[in-house]
């Protein structure tokens, strides 16, 4: 079992910046891939960034050059953070902490960001 707590979002005007949090705790030594997927009012849930065990990373062409995806380790904890620069109006959405094990994928509650223009 993992517990994920996500921290962040909110109101932004067009070309400013926001940071998310997600804290997993429980079985985080079997955790493979932590990353965010966003989801638009009627569009589908995409893959914004994500971050393997090893390191690897993946951007959506949308974000790549002003999202940066990383991840900490503390104690029981560990953390992936979405840095959001020059956030744009198309943006907008709700923004989802998402982590993979071999045998389980966990969502978050969701953190809605909304980009002014």
């Known amino acids: 079992q993992v517990q994920l707590v996500e921290s962040g979002g909110g109101l932004v005007q067009a070309g400013g910046s926001l940071r998310l949090s997600c804290a997993a705790s429980?079985?985080?030594?079997?955790?493979?891939?932590m990353g965010w997927y966003r989801q638009a009012p009627g569009q589908q849930r995409e893959l914004v960034a994500h971050?393997?065990?090893?390191?690897?990373?993946?951007?959506a062409d949308s974000v790549k050059g002003r999202f940066t995806v990383s991840r900490d380790n503390v104690q029981n904890t560990v953390t992936v953070y979405l840095q959001m620069n020059s956030l744009k109006p198309e943006d907008t959405a709700v923004y989802y902490c998402?982590?993979?094990?071999?045998?389980?994928?966990?969502w978050g509650q969701g953190t809605q960001v909304t980009v002014s223009s």
């Open positions: 429980g079985s985080i030594r079997n955790i493979n891939v």
């Open positions: 998402n982590v993979q094990l071999i045998w389980a994928t966990y």
């Open positions: 971050i393997t065990t090893g390191g690897t990373i993946n951007y």
